[in-house]
């Protein structure tokens, strides 16, 4: 079996995002990497969407940016100057292109197209896939760790989604802002919202989200976007593109999972905001500290999350699970009453005690302070 130093499962956002960074530093130009996955030619089979202060990583493949967002609700509608913060979008062709450029100037990081049966770790971590075994000192695995669907300590939602893109003949949309979420919809006893990012002034895409338990059949999302869309009197349109998806939505201490040989990451290692469903921010600062880590000779295992957001987090998702039809209210009474940079700044995982505190005590107490207690006992 050929031995490497690191072994990446997955070509995705994460181990991508990893193999660039070993790639564009020089301490891992003498060591030897495989990344495995079953295909390598992903296009643009998603968005990512996040806010960023200024100018940031990423800026030269994004799509679109815009400097205002829509908060839309029975409770409490605005258009929100989100200054020095912008909301930058980057379709996932743009990234992997630029992942790859870099990563294929480098021979010592090798790519293989195959499907990963198991991983074990002896002495060292064994991995098989359809086109052999190999075995390195530390896997990254990206791959779907399901284990938290088999435990009930902790809420499990679902952030899923249908989205079109949608093309008008005339100038229709104002490109200057994006809806960040419009609870204007029906709420059917869940939290549901319209998720709207204008390319121009005659493209948009529109997605119907949920965060509930259970999916919709495929019919259910369409309609309530064609219903959305007719509601705003855009009639004539044509569907350029569509893209769906499930973003898991808990706090299961996926960490339990790491050892010093074992790292998981990007969803499977509990780096999607388990608030939110965001996952691309966490994904460019953790693959930063694991380049570090690695290069500092430390155990990574348990050092990348944080324990008070962590617990933060835990709180609002109970609250979701128990009280699912609340979402609205609860993201209503936030922006209404919480500057939008101290909303940015928590959940980027980056506020201090005085900025948690206003967040805390911005949201309807009652669920909180029930499922708190819960929690603590």
Same mark, same amino acid.
């Given at each position: ?62 799509? %679109? ?22 909301? %930058? ?7 992997? %292109? ?37 075995? #390195? ?89 064609? #219903? ?11 569907i350029i593109e569509t893209e769906q998806g499930s973003i898991p939505m808990t706090s299961y201490k996926f960490s339990k999972s790491n050892t010093p040989h074992v790292i998981n990451i990007g969803t ?10 965001? #996952? ?57 009453? #919480? ?38 006992f």
């Open positions: 079996m050929k031995h490497y130093d690191y072994i990446i499962l997955g070509a995705g956002a994460s181990g991508l995002m990893l193999a660039y960074r070993m790639a564009d530093d020089a301490f891992f130009d003498d060591k030897s990497i495989l990344i495995i996955d079953r295909d390598s030619n992903k296009s643009n089979d998603r968005t990512w969407s996040f806010w960023e202060e200024g100018q940031g990583e990423w800026d030269d493949i994004i799509e %679109k940016s815009w400097d205002s967002i829509f908060f839309g609700s029975q409770l409490f509608s605005k258009t929100i100057n989100i200054s020095p913060y912008r909301y %930058k979008m980057i379709r996932s062709e743009a990234f992997y %292109k630029l992942l790859w450029n870099t990563i294929n100037t480098k021979d010592n990081i090798q790519f293989l197209e195959a499907s990963v049966k198991d991983f074990q770790e002896k002495e060292s971590v064994v991995v098989s896939t359809s086109k052999g075994n190999f075995t #390195t000192s530390k896997v990254f695995n990206s791959t779907p760790n399901l284990t938290y669907l088999k435990q009930d300590k902790y809420p499990v939602l679902q952030q899923h989604f249908v989205g079109w893109f949608v093309k008008t003949k005339a100038n229709t949309f104002d490109d200057t802002s994006a809806t960040f979420m419009d609870f204007s919809v029906a709420q059917r006893g869940n939290t549901r919202f319209m998720y709207v990012l204008p390319m121009d002034k005659q493209t948009a895409l529109f997605e119907y989200t949920l965060f509930s338990k259970d999916l919709l059949e495929i019919s259910e999302y369409e309609e309530a976007i064609k #219903t959305y869309l007719n509601e705003k009197d855009i009639s004539d349109y044509e499977a290692g509990g780096w999607t905001k388990a608030s939110t469903g965001y #996952t691309f921010r966490t994904t460019s600062k953790n693959t930063k500290k694991i380049i570090s880590l690695l290069k500092q000779g430390k155990d990574m295992s348990k050092s990348l999350s944080k324990p008070k957001f962590w617990f933060y987090d835990l709180i609002f998702l109970d609250v979701l699970a128990n009280y699912n039809d609340s979402g609205a209210n609860v993201f209503s009474s936030l922006f209404k009453k #919480t500057n939008v940079k101290t909303i940015f700044r928590f959940l980027d995982e980056e506020s201090n005690l005085l900025e948690d505190l206003k967040i805390i005590l911005s949201v309807p107490p009652r669920h909180f302070i029930i499922s708190f207690f819960k929690r603590l």
